[in-house]
């Protein structure tokens, strides 16, 4: 069992930034791909970016390529999501997610194992 926490959400302007962060319970982390979903007001969870278990690569939605990097430290258990050029469309609860076995680059949310509360992003226009 992994327990993932995000943090790092707020309100910020349109056009600023936000680094999201997920820190998972296990040291085993590094054994996990890892994805980031966004779920705006009323709608279903969205992939955003994913990320494999040793960092080495990675794969995002087209709606945040070049503006959104994912990243992982594996020595600290932690993923992270450096958000910029921040766009009110991106507004929404921003989840980490986590999945077993090999180095994988997963955009569908049913294939993730573990999953974290999720972190409010907020931008004003």
């Known amino acids: 069992q992994v327990q993932l926490a995000e943090s790092g959400g707020g309100l910020v302007q349109a056009g600023g930034s936000l680094r999201l962060s997920c820190t998972a319970s296990r040291d085993t982390f590094s054994s996990y791909g890892m994805g980031w979903f966004h779920q705006a007001p009323g709608k279903e969870k969205e992939f955003v970016a994913a990320?494999?278990?040793?960092?080495?690569?990675?794969d995002y939605a087209d709606s945040v390529k070049g503006r959104f990097t994912i990243s992982r430290d594996n020595t600290k258990n932690t993923g992270f999501l450096q958000m910029n050029s921040l766009k009110p469309e991106d507004t929404g609860v921003y989840y980490c997610?986590?999945?077993?076995?090999?180095?994988?680059?997963?955009?569908?949310?049913?294939?993730?194992?573990?999953w974290g509360q999720g972190t409010q992003v907020t931008v004003s226009s």
């Open positions: 990320i494999t278990w040793s960092g080495s690569g990675t």
């Open positions: 997610a986590a999945v077993r076995g090999g180095p994988w680059l997963i955009r569908r949310s049913g294939r993730y194992d573990y």
